[in-house]
């Protein structure tokens, strides 16, 4: 069964960057597409960003431009790095195969970025 373990939100402020890390305990190479979601304050939890086993990146078109995910297969870790960040990036970001592993039902504790002056 796998494990997932986000980290590297904080506070920021508008125009700054982070780098979320995402550790999976178990092989992400088995999942052909890793995602970074995020559930805004009120709203539902979205699909940010998500790549392919071969490195194909798609992007929300929120993101587009600004934020760039990746992963290291051998480490079991995906990355996203954020940068000229909005205060509607504001959030609690999840990492996740794409679809979601066990259809949604598992969710690791997420890692908190907030954007504000």
């Known amino acids: 069964q796998m494990h997932l373990v986000e980290s590297g939100g904080g506070l920021v402020q508008p125009g700054g960057s982070l780098r979320l890390s995402c550790a999976a305990s178990?092989?992400?190479?088995?999942?052909?597409?890793m995602g970074w979601y995020r559930q805004a304050p009120g709203k539902q939890r979205e699909l940010v960003a998500d790549?392919?086993?071969?490195?194909?990146?798609n992007y929300a078109d929120s993101v587009k431009g600004r934020f760039t995910i990746s992963r290291d297969n051998a480490k079991n870790t995906v990355y996203l790095q954020m940068n000229s960040l909005k205060p509607e990036d504001t959030g609690v970001y999840y990492c996740?195969?794409?679809?979601?592993?066990?259809?949604?039902?598992?969710w690791g504790q997420g890692t908190q970025v907030t954007v504000s002056s």
């Open positions: 996740n195969p794409n679809p979601p592993y066990l259809s949604g039902r598992y």
């Open positions: 790549i392919t086993s071969g490195g194909r990146a």
């Open positions: 178990g092989s992400i190479f088995s999942f052909n597409a």
